[in-house]
């Protein structure tokens, strides 16, 4: 049980810092002209295309002493961030990103700019039409977007091979977990896991479904 | 108030140019008229800050000038510190938000008072509308909430940007009753928009007009609608048709008929809303095609208003019309006849002539 309270904990993190990391980039990507927006937007898409496991050579390169992620680590007396937590959230954090990103840019899209600027022609500067306007109506997209990337980081499993390892507590999620218990032949333990993952996995997406049907019928 | 908008705007293909000042001696409306299509809404976009532009815009108070924009200085007033409150043809209320909490967004964020919120609630009648989700809302009753809205907003101009264009016929009357009552309650400088002729005739003090020339859309001075639709060198003139006339009402009731004064003739007005039946000055608008020229006072028609004047000029309009301009009590009044009539009644240069007015064309305005 601990695995899948790991688990639970690094989607419910990297789920939170992926919705703030995201608006900004999704607004950008909705709204702004700037012309060479594509090159990010693809930079962006490259986890849903790349195996799992390149990307995890390169986090496990730069999460590694010599890489960005070593020295980040030397700040508090460690070496290296792979094999550990932290080093685990960032890698979800970049492997779910499009998939937080998307729904949100979708939203944004589709509420335009025209609200925000009603709300400044009757005096509400950016922040304040962003929280109280913007936000709102997004509500859709952000539920959306949160159950996708918390389904998501919990499907992780190449990535997390790559950079995290196998430390119980530490790095050990349910994915690899149960990777394990297949290669010990514990057929039983792996049932259990898998069908609790897929339980919670159907769960999330039929709520998503649900919230989407809700919001067409004018409900949300 | 004052605004000066010296500046042009390059977007893609369309260029506009303005070099104009506009400027409300008492808050009244101003008209900003020009073709779908031609720029209306980026010319007040660069007046609110939406759009970018290169030149100066400038607010005159009574007390200060303040620099909305003014590209050799790098000043930049963004949109929410210019308090310039707008109303859009499709309402944009926010829908998440009920009609109440939509007004309240505005109010929340200006120096509106309680008083304010009362009176305009009470004016615009939105009291049984408050608990309303903006989805259940007519486009006349939206319309009125995103009024209430935008003058909770406190703004220091009220720009309505084609506030008619999306209602119905009765919708569009009380939309624009409310305008009017408005106007006289909180004594704003108002901005509308408009491409539609009667609204111009309806509400305008001074008109603004957006022309198209070879490269680029250009904003003519404003001027007096009641000398524009006399000037035969403006565009208004073929467009207008027809004229105003200022009087002063009495206040006597005759035979359901209430008696306005032109000078030292008499003009009855039917029906007049009741709080007009107080003496006050009241603008007449009056179609061309509705007055018809006489040689004498014919007491044998039914014809309520017959007016004495002067002929001060005769254009001919195309081959079978004329347009006569008619002095009255020095006002002047415009009659579309024909050419047959024309010739019939050997019209001549300062004739003396009689008008008639038919009754129902008599529209009180503002």
């Not at chain 2, 009362?118 to 309303?132: D, N, R, V, Y």
């Not at chain 2, 264009?165 to 408005?182: F, N, P, T």
């Not at chain 2, 491409?195 to 003090?205: G, R």
């Amino acid at each position: 049980m601990d695995a899948l309270f790991l688990t639970l904990k690094l989607a419910f993190f990297s789920t939170l810092i992926l919705i703030i990391i995201a608006t900004p980039i999704a607004w950008f990507l909705a709204h702004s002209r700037f012309k060479a927006k594509f090159i990010l937007e693809a930079l962006l898409a490259l986890p849903l295309v790349l195996p799992p496991t390149v990307l995890g050579f390169y986090l496990l390169i730069a999460l590694g002493p010599q890489g960005p992620g070593g020295w980040l680590a030397s700040l508090w007396g460690e070496q290296t961030l792979a094999f550990s937590f932290t080093g685990l959230l960032i890698g979800s954090v970049i492997y779910s990103l499009p998939f937080v990103v998307q729904p949100l840019q979708n939203g944004f899209s589709l509420i335009g700019k025209k609200p925000l600027e009603v709300a400044y022609t009757l005096n509400a500067n950016f922040f304040d039409a962003f929280r109280h306007i913007i936000l709102p109506l997004a509500k859709p997209a952000y539920i959306s977007a949160a159950t996708l990337g918390f389904a998501h980081t919990l499907g992780e499993f190449g990535v997390v091979l790559m950079i995290g390892g196998n430390i119980p507590n530490e790095t050990q999620v349910i994915s690899i977990k149960i990777f394990e218990h297949v290669e010990l032949l514990e057929y039983q333990q792996a049932h259990i896991l898998s069908a609790i993952l897929l339980g919670i996995s159907f769960v999330m997406l039929a709520f998503i479904y649900a919230s989407r049907h809700r919001q067409k019928a004018g409900v949300l | 108030m004052k605004l000066s908008l010296n500046f042009h705007l390059k977007k893609n293909q369309f260029h506009l140019k303005s070099n104009v000042d506009i400027e409300w001696k008492q808050p009244s409306c101003h008209v900003i008229f020009g073709k779908s299509g031609i720029g209306k809404t980026h010319f007040l976009r660069a007046i609110n800050g939406l759009e970018k532009v290169e030149g100066q815009i400038l607010w005159h108070d009574k007390h200060q000038t303040e620099i909305w924009f003014d590209s050799s200085v790098k000043r930049d007033t963004p949109c929410h510190q210019r308090h310039v409150a707008m109303v859009f043809q499709d309402q944009q209320l926010f829908s998440h938000l009920t009609v109440e909490d939509n007004i309240k967004f505005a109010f929340e964020r200006s120096n509106a008072t309680h008083h304010d919120w009362q009176q305009c609630i009470q004016a615009l009648q939105i009291e049984p509308l408050l608990g309303f989700k903006t989805q259940q809302l007519s486009g006349g009753q939206a319309q009125r909430v995103a009024l209430a809205r935008a003058i909770l907003s406190r703004p220091k101009l009220l720009i309505l940007d084609e506030p008619l264009a999306s209602l119905d016929w009765q919708a569009k009357q009380d939309v624009l009753r409310y305008i009017k009552q408005l106007n006289q309650l909180w004594k704003l400088p108002i901005l509308y928009v408009t491409h539609d002729v009667n609204e111009v005739l309806a509400l305008a003090d001074h008109v603004i007009m957006l022309e198209q020339t070879q490269q680029s859309t250009r904003v003519r001075d404003p001027r007096p609608l009641i000398e524009i639709l006399q000037d035969d060198d403006h565009p208004f003139y073929t467009l207008g048709k027809s004229s105003i006339l200022n009087v002063t009402n009495t206040g006597v009731v005759k035979e359901q008929l209430v008696h306005c004064q032109l000078g030292n003739q008499i003009i009855r007005l039917p029906e007049v809303s009741p709080e007009n039946t107080t003496e006050s000055t009241l603008r007449l608008c009056i179609s061309a095609s509705d007055v018809s020229l006489s040689l004498s006072a014919s007491q044998d028609s039914s014809i309520i208003n017959i007016l004495k004047g002067k002929i001060t000029r005769i254009d001919k309009t195309n081959n079978h019309q004329y347009m006569i301009q008619v002095n009255i009590e020095g006002q002047m009044l415009l009659s579309e006849i024909s050419a047959h009539s024309y010739n019939r009644l050997k019209i001549e240069l300062w004739q003396t002539i009689f008008v008639q007015i038919k009754g129902i064309a008599l529209q009180a305005a503002m």
